[in-house]
T-cell receptor
């Protein structure tokens, strides 16, 4: 089965704790992305990576960190510095060529709740 | 910065009827891509349709088609023969260089039987 997996599906965190959200893809895609979705809003880009060992900040990177040590994995850490981390987090990947065939495909998401 | 506006927070359609969802965007670029994504209650984002800005022909995928007006920066989605499974949140998205997507706030589509 080819696709994007995210784990866990639901995650609860106490204030002051760091948590890491997993995103794995077996589509052989070069580019990977993390988005945040708040109720009634569209998706906002947190971080993206177009190649292994390289990543760039998106529009709302403060309080988040990422790594890209392997092509198939792009974990997102929500740090204690993130003021309002409760949200739905979506990971996506794409071939990364920037051509007309390049489309982002999404994982099923992780719902993070801060207690 | 590019922005995407979906002016209809919620729309309703009768089963088997046609509905059009609106989207406008702001950009100074001439070459870009536009997308419609569907997010059902499962919250999985599903690609509905894609349009390349340099193509004048409107994209079509089965019951889904777009009306792309480049000069007006308008990109509406038409759903024909609406089905109960079409009920979802629909997002319009603009892709700028570097494959970064900018999303609108979404339109909730309700389908009545």
């Amino acid at each position: 089965d080819g696709g994007i997996t995210q784990s866990p599906k639901y995650l609860f965190r106490k204030e002051g704790q760091n948590v890491t959200l997993s995103c794995e893809q077996n589509l052989n895609h070069d580019a990977m992305y993390w988005y945040r979705q708040d109720p009634g809003q569209g998706l906002r880009l947190i971080y993206y990576s177009q190649i292994v060992n390289d990543f760039q900040k998106g529009d709302i990177a403060e309080g988040y960190s990422v790594s890209r040590e392997k092509k198939e994995s792009f974990p997102l850490t929500v740090t204690s510095a993130q003021k309002n981390p409760t949200a739905f987090y979506l990971c996506a990947s794409s071939i990364g060529t920037g051509t007309s065939t390049d489309t982002q495909y999404f994982g099923p998401g992780t719902r993070l709740t801060v207690l | 910065a590019q922005t995407v506006t979906q002016s209809q927070p919620e729309m309703s359609v009768q089963e088997a009827e046609t509905v059009t969802l609106s989207c406008t965007y702001d950009t100074s670029e001439s070459d870009y891509y536009l997308f419609w994504y569907k997010q059902p209650p499962s919250r999985q984002m599903i690609l509905v349709i894609r349009q390349e800005a340099y193509k004048q022909q409107n994209a079509t995928e089965n019951r889904f088609s777009v009306n792309f007006q480049k000069a007006a920066k308008s990109f509406s989605l038409k759903i024909s023969d609406s089905q109960l499974g079409d009920a979802a949140m629909y997002f319009c998205a603009y892709e700028e260089y570097g494959n970064k997507l900018v999303f609108g706030a979404g339109t909730i589509l309700r389908v009545k039987s």
